[in-house]
């Protein structure tokens, strides 16, 4: 039934990659553009990170819950609430075209692959996991029994994803041919964040918040090798671009741990701000903007961790992207309807959007230095 | 009511301003093998970039939109010198860079050397490489790694811009035309 639902749609989706190619320009610079939605406005925010400011507002007939974009296809995929559909957004087409991606679940959550080819498209509810390659009108994997509350993130080449379930504190993978692996990594419900690889794709870090340590595991041979001990509360650590640290917010206090990549060990534990959720490496890799779930940013030297200065958001904030210059940091602001610009250089703010929906989501990106996280 | 935003800034100590970063120092082969340095292109602005040319796609993406910048620039295009620095220097001999680089641009320049010369220069472009030998008898290459910033140097090859991964060639041609 799934496989007759993609060919009825499959003439369209033709269409849809056959005009994305021969149209002319419009928001399809993976490197320029990011896309914010907000549910209540059925919209999608296009954002000109160059000028920063707000480009276009694309309307939607059905509320956003998610949206991912890919330079590759010159598309967004916006997932919708409770909806057994996708809507593909051509990027490149003057009047932004869309089309409806029929699905047999519901897309809670929609993981664009590096590559930009595939999307990894989950149903937490029913435990299944899709990858779905939209311009082959192809589904390359479809697996069952697979439960997370964390991020799902790819291998470098897209043909494996990886995920940990907090529930029973494993490590898991499976490929494009279904194989599966899962290792136990903690006690269940010991707050495992979700991974972030390193840049060569040979490692990926998972924080472990109830035991303060962050797990190192090698992805060849899929086994955990180090256990490195960082601040209290670890979260998600945020990889530089360069690939030489995993920079870690240590959320039970006001730290961040910075771990070299090649040799596994913590080269520092520094004051940052309080109650740290994320960790911005920017320009060129020299500094890291660390942001507080309370809206206080403090920006360090990436290499001993010494802040040079702080500033408040006025707002809770939600995960910030950089450029992929490394010169700006995006960072919504739900509460306050805002899109904070700050300089990385500068180690300052620089301006903000105002005037957005209060329910604006995380910005997405096609070209991203901290695309990977 | 819709709150204006309110930044309070809490400044304290310097602002950190990274201007040191990237000095731009190198002493290397080009794809003729010469010795050069970054005073043989005084005169010329110069944009730089690291890579390798078995790379699949961050290489020759970002080294057609520099030479099609190159092309938007005219007659211009002589005060500028694109340089293009492998980090993978067990494959890239001056000859296999000679011919990687004219396939994108005349005026590209290859630049290789020894693994000294390659991590002094990574090092004074604060530019992050790793090479990661295939396994043995693997027919794959060997996978490489390295930093996806180009760099816009001056004509005395000191530190002016970076552009990100991905920045198109009219923007890049638009920022040289400020300097030319």
Known sequence: MFTRAIARYSAGLVLFFSFAAAASASFDDGARYAFIASASSKSIFVIDLREKSLAQTIVLERSPSSVTVSERLKALVVGHVDDRRLTLVDLSSSDLAQIDYPLEMTPSMVVMSPVGETVAIFDKEAGRLEVHAFRRRAVLLSVNDVHTESEFTFSTDGSTLYWVDDSNGSFNSVDLWAERQSIALAEPESGLSAISRSVDGMSAFISEASADVVHMIDLSSFAPVRKIHVGSRPGRPWGTADGRYMLVPNNGGDTVTAISTMTGAAVYTAASVDHPVAVNPGWLDSTAAAVSESGYVAFSDVDDGKVTARFQLNGAPLDGIVTSDSKTLAIPVPERGSLVFLDMRQRSLSSSITGLPLDIGPAALAISNNLCH | ?180
Not at chain 2, 2 to 26: M, N, Y
Not at chain 2, 64 to 71: C, Q, T
Not at chain 2, 106 to 127: E, R
Request: glycine fraction near 8%; aromatic fraction near 10%.
């Open chain 2, 1 to 180: 009511m819709r709150w204006p935003l309110i930044l309070l800034a809490l400044v304290c100590g310097s602002t950190g301003i990274a201007e040191d970063v990237v000095k731009g120092d190198f002493e290397l082969l080009d794809h003729h093998g010469e010795a050069v340095t970054e005073r043989s292109f005084d005169g010329k602005l110069r944009l730089v970039f690291f890579g390798f040319t078995q790379c699949p796609d961050v290489c020759p993406t970002t080294l057609l939109e520099v030479a099609h910048a190159m092309r938007r620039l005219g007659e211009d295009a002589v005060n500028v010198q694109p340089i293009f620095i492998s980090v993978d220097r067990k494959n890239d001999t001056p000859e296999q860079l000679a011919r990687y680089v004219a396939a994108f641009h005349p005026s590209l320049v290859g630049l290789t050397g020894s693994k000294q010369q390659i991590d002094a220069v990574a090092a004074s472009f604060n530019v992050t490489y790793g090479v990661e030998p295939a396994a043995s008898g693997a027919s794959a290459p060997d996978s490489v790694f390295h930093s996806a910033y180009l760099f816009l140097m001056d004509r005395q090859g000191g530190f002016l811009d970076v552009f990100g991964y991905g920045t198109k060639a009219d923007v890049i041609a638009a920022r040289l035309r400020e300097y030319l």
